[in-house]
Nanobody
Framework: QVQLVESGGGLVQAGGSLRLSCAAS????????MGWFRQAPGKEREYVAA????????WYADSVKGRFTFSRDNAKNTVWLQMDSLKPEDTAVYYC??????????????????WGQGTQVTVSS
C-alpha cells in the first residue's frame, strides 16, 4: 500500500510558478506509475500529467504541455510537478495518484489505486 501527501500549493499571480511535491510512503513506490490530476470547483477531476514508474516516459494534458514538468525520484519516494506560466484557469485542487496503469489509460482516474489529499493552487489574474 502507498500513502501520498501533496504539498506546495498556494496563491500565485498569473505568469508565476509553483512547485508541487508528492511524498509517498512504502518501499514499493518504484513499482507504481504516478499521475497528477486537478479538480476545479464544480468540475470533474481532470488529468494533468503521468509518468512511468521506471523510465523517463511522461505524458501531459494538452492544456499544460510546455508549461508543466513532471519529475520523479524513486530513491526519495517523491514526485514533483513544476508549474510555470500559470494561468487563472489552472486554479484547482491538485492531487497526485499512484497505480499500475497502461500507456493508454494514464489519463483515467480509475486507473489509479492511491490518492493524496490534494493541495490548493490558486492563480489570480
Amino acid at each position: 500500500q502507498v500513502q501520498l501527501v501533496e504539498s506546495g500549493g498556494g496563491l500565485v499571480q498569473a505568469g508565476g510558478s509553483l512547485r508541487l511535491s508528492c511524498a509517498a510512503s512504502g518501499r514499493t513506490f518504484s513499482m507504481y506509475d504516478m499521475g497528477w490530476f486537478r479538480q476545479a470547483p464544480g468540475k470533474e477531476r481532470e488529468y494533468v500529467a503521468a509518468r512511468r514508474r521506471s523510465s523517463d516516459l511522461t505524458w501531459y494534458a494538452d492544456s499544460v504541455k510546455g508549461r508543466f514538468t513532471f519529475s520523479r525520484d524513486n530513491a526519495k519516494n517523491t514526485v514533483w510537478l513544476q508549474m510555470d506560466s500559470l494561468k487563472p484557469e489552472d486554479t484547482a485542487v491538485y492531487y497526485c495518484a499512484a497505480g499500475v496503469v497502461g500507456d493508454r489509460d494514464a489519463y483515467r482516474t480509475t486507473s489509479y489505486d492511491y490518492w493524496g489529499q490534494g493541495t490548493q493552487v490558486t492563480v489570480s489574474s
